[in-house]
């Protein structure tokens, strides 16, 4: 069709009656789910101004025009989101049903939409991830920016534009994918041993089982107590890294923790202590104990936990600025510590985006 017919066709649409016009929206439905996924064109050609009789209404001619014009988000931004889109059709498919027959199906709120031809229903690139549902696409660079640097709340909602409770919500939807985003096993040798966390009930403005403390603060009691949540790292000589909040620090904790991706042939190396040893034994590894952590022998140097006992200091070390954790949330931090860690120099926010849209 030229652009004159087109444009003749389209004055004629204020003459539609509704059941004409629902006539024609399921038919121009039904031809966009036939395009090829690769082929389909989202933008109409309403050709120059000059093509448009004069007889076409005013408000025709400029929704026209404004279908040509760029989304609201960054070209970055959309191309970032077609490329999770795709990745995650390729992986899963639709994410309501799992079929792989999907289209593109136009964009809305700044995002690309695709249909799945088996069940009718239509999708984002982040539905049914974490990442669903939060607005304003084109600033999620700057969340995962934020990530990187390992900013306060204050400065992560200064450098993405957004109220500090909004930066919150993003930050943990951004991690939540991330805790489950752990290596499935651990191999060759294997330290293992546990730190303790100062617990903390930041947020929690109502009844709190002791005085609140401020900035942090200190345990009112020195060395070991009910104060303290008990954390255990495992890593393997290629830097892969398994960590968890123990309930509690005893076997059935460790084996929860531990069970899947420690096992047979790995070898532990580990501090001696009751738990963990434990484990060691119910899961029939050979393990290693360091009387002296740190000190491994003349004769088996290769024996010791000086990676894991350094991975601690950096966590804690990177944890102090914010002033507290809230136990509640710990499993995200140490997390966003994990990936911190994994990507090393290739930390992209990218990287991170599509880690929170589970592509890691």
């Excluded at 495992?234 to 923790?257: E, F, H, Q």
């Excluded at 022998?297 to 990177?318: C, F, Q, S, T």
Aim: charged letters at 20%; aromatic letters at 6%; glycine letters at 10%.
């Amino acid at each position: 069709m030229d652009n004159a017919t087109f444009a003749n066709w389209l004055a004629g649409i204020g003459l539609l009656n509704p059941t004409q016009r629902g006539q024609t929206y399921h038919a121009l439905a039904l031809v966009e789910a036939n395009d090829p996924f690769e082929c389909r064109d989202n933008t109409i050609d309403a050709g120059s101004p000059g093509d448009v009789p004069e007889a076409a209404p005013r408000h025709v001619i400029e929704k026209t025009v404004s279908a040509t014009e760029p989304p609201p988000v960054k070209a970055e931004g959309q191309s970032l989101l077609s490329k999770v889109g795709q990745d995650r059709i390729a992986n899963f498919g639709c994410p309501h049903c799992g079929g792989d027959g999907v289209h593109r199906w136009g964009s809305a709120s700044g995002k690309p939409r695709y249909r799945c031809t088996s069940c009718r229903k239509t999708f984002n690139p982040v539905t049914g991830t974490p990442l669903a549902g939060l607005h304003h696409p084109d600033r999620w660079n700057d969340q995962a920016a934020a990530l990187i640097s390992g900013e306060s709340l204050a400065l992560a909602a200064k450098r993405c534009d957004v109220h500090p409770s909004t930066a919150f919500r993003w930050r943990h939807r951004f991690l939540a994918a991330l805790n489950l985003d752990k290596p499935p096993s651990l191999s060759g040798l294997v330290e293992a041993d546990e730190t303790f966390i100062l617990e903390s009930f930041k947020g929690k403005r109502t009844d709190l089982p002791r005085k609140s403390r401020k900035r942090g603060g200190k345990a009112s009691k020195r060395g070991l107590s009910t104060e303290q949540i008990p954390v255990i790292v495992a890593r393997d000589r290629t830097g892969a890294t398994i960590d968890a909040v123990l309930p509690r620090l005893d076997a059935a904790s460790m084996i929860a923790a531990l069970g899947n991706t420690i096992t047979r042939p790995a070898e532990l190396c580990c501090d001696g202590g009751s738990a963990i040893t434990a484990f060691a034994r119910r899961a029939r590894i050979k393990f290693h104990i360091l009387p002296a952590p740190g000190l491994p022998k003349p004769e088996a140097p290769d024996i010791h936990i000086n990676n894991v006992n350094a991975y601690h200091g950096r966590l804690k070390e990177w944890m102090r600025h914010f002033h507290g954790v809230a136990t509640r949330n710990l499993p995200s931090y140490l997390s966003w510590r994990r990936t911190i860690e994994a990507l090393g120099g290739g930390s992209t926010p990218e990287a991170w985006i599509m880690g929170a849209a589970g592509m890691g």
